[in-house]
């Protein structure tokens, strides 16, 4: 069965640093990994996608890589704002189109 | 629409009614997805359907709980006998394919009184 973990839990940093937040996975046969965001009392917002073949994702000021063998993905966001303050999930499909088994998430606050 | 649409936002019930959320898809998208998110909880997967196929419904907690996909579109999910622990947030998701990820709606708080 697949386990999605992510540590730490929560995370506070100031406003302008880079913030690292880490995604490990038990079953490394997996299709896609995906980050995504969610604001207090929100859904989930989609940040990225990883198909299984990919090394790493960028968006703007956001990088994810996956280590599929190690069975581990980070997300980066460079130079942090009190906007990225938020709770960061990341999930795993085991193949297309199959559902999604996701970590505990990480609550990030960026102090200003 | 451009999103996932979920009604309603907020739903207070007494414990023993049922209840049943809605969910509609982005047009087009094949794929459709339940997930429960319980206070300090992670998220929970239900059931999912897959254009015609038989629906997975590996995650449904117990016989109360069923869903059902009209037309490979709208879908509701029905919670019969509500319990106080069936309080949650109910988030339905859609995809395309999975090249495109997943698109969640913003979800249906429910409160079981």
């Known amino acids: 069965k697949q386990e999605v973990t992510q540590i730490p839990a929560a995370l506070s940093v100031p406003e302008g640093e880079n913030l690292v937040l880490n995604c490990s996975f038990t079953?490394?046969?997996?299709?896609?990994l995906q980050w995504f965001r969610q604001d207090p009392g929100k859904g989930l917002t989609s940040l990225l996608l990883?198909?299984?073949?990919?090394r790493e994702q960028t968006s703007g000021r956001l990088n994810a890589s996956l280590d599929k063998s190690s069975g581990r993905s980070t997300l980066y966001i460079a130079a942090s704002q009190p906007g990225d303050s938020a709770t960061y999930l990341c999930?795993?499909?085991?193949?297309?189109?199959?559902?999604?088994?996701f970590g505990g998430g990480t609550r990030v606050l960026v102090k200003p | 629409g451009a999103g996932v649409s979920q009604s309603p936002s907020n739903k207070v019930t007494e414990k023993g009614k049922d209840v049943e959320l809605r969910c509609d898809p982005i047009?087009?998208?094949?794929?459709l997805y339940w997930y429960r998110q319980s206070l300090g909880q992670g998220l929970e997967f239900l059931i999912y359907?897959?254009?015609?196929?038989?629906?997975?419904k590996s995650g449904l907690p117990s016989d109360r709980f069923s869903a059902e996909r009209t037309g490979g579109s709208v879908s509701t999910l029905t919670i019969q006998r509500t319990q106080q622990e069936d309080s949650a947030v109910y988030l339905c998701?859609?995809?395309?394919?999975?090249?495109?990820?997943?698109?969640f709606g913003s979800g249906t708080r429910l409160t079981v009184v």
């Open positions: 079953d490394s046969a997996i299709y896609n």
């Open positions: 047009s087009g998208h094949t794929a």
């Open positions: 999930a795993v499909s085991r193949a297309a189109g199959n559902k999604l088994t």
């Open positions: 998701a859609s995809s395309l394919d999975s090249t495109y990820g997943y698109t």
């Open positions: 990883i198909q299984s073949s990919q």
């Open positions: 359907f897959q254009g015609n196929s038989a629906p997975d």
